[in-house]
Structures are given as C-alpha cells and as structure tokens.
C-alpha cells in the first residue's frame, strides 16, 4: 500500500481503506459519512499516510502489555471490523484483567461513526457500570 500512496496518491489510498473501515451498509446507505471520509483522506499529506503505513507494519505486538493495564476496561469493536476483527478484540479483552467486550453488530472499524447512538449506548452503559 505504501507503493501505491506513493505513485498513485491518497485517492488510491481512500478506495482501498474505504470498505475497510466502512461497513458495506454504511457505504451504500451513507454518502456523507463516506463523502466525510474520503475528505479527510484525501487532505492528508502523501508522506503522513506512508508514515502511518510503516509505523503500522513495523509496529510490534501489544498483546502481552495489556495486562499491566489495572482499571475498568472496555472494548468496544465492529463486528464486521477488518483492521481489528472481533477475535483480535476478544484476544485484547481477554489479556485485560476483568475488560469486557462489546461486539457492534453491523459496524466496521468506525463504528463510532457508523453507528453513533449504539456505540455511545454501550460506552455510556460501560462508564455508569464503574461508577
């Protein structure tokens, strides 16, 4: 991918991460979300998105740091999520002592964004239960 940000520019970029972090609904049914989207893309320096792409490849393992984390977790993940599928998330949760999961049906890696009211519903629901 880093090839084609460079010979092809953050346009390509936008194509190919758009049904990555987007659900298939959202990108048939939402044209501001993917219009925002592609936007923001699209204004990002090339050599911020090759940056990016390196760190990512070269980043290592996380996993085995997620137990020293000592308070009230949640994580909160798309179930149609490419980048951190749901078993990625489960294997996180399940490092963290007493972290629970939340799988959003239907969303992909933005389910934030593509699904606003679900996944506020589930942090919101998260931060009264440690209260």
Known sequence: MIQTAES??????A?????????????????????ALRNIIMKTPVSTITADLRAMADRPDSIPLLSKID???????????????????????????GARLHVIPG???LS?????KTFNSALFSFLKSIQ
Not at 8 to 13: D, L, N, Q, S
Not at 15 to 35: G, T
Not at 112 to 116: A, D, H, T
């Open 15 to 35: 194509e190919i991460m758009m049904p990555r972090l987007l659900s298939p609904a959202s990108i048939q049914s939402r044209p501001d979300l993917v219009e």
């Open 107 to 109: 969303a992909a890696h």
């Open 71 to 97: 308070c009230p977790t949640v994580v909160l993940v798309g179930s149609l999520d490419q980048g951190t599928p749901p078993s990625d998330a489960q294997l996180m949760a399940n490092a963290i002592s």
């Open 8 to 13: 092809e520019g953050a346009g390509a970029i």
């Open 112 to 116: 934030n964004l593509e699904q606003p």
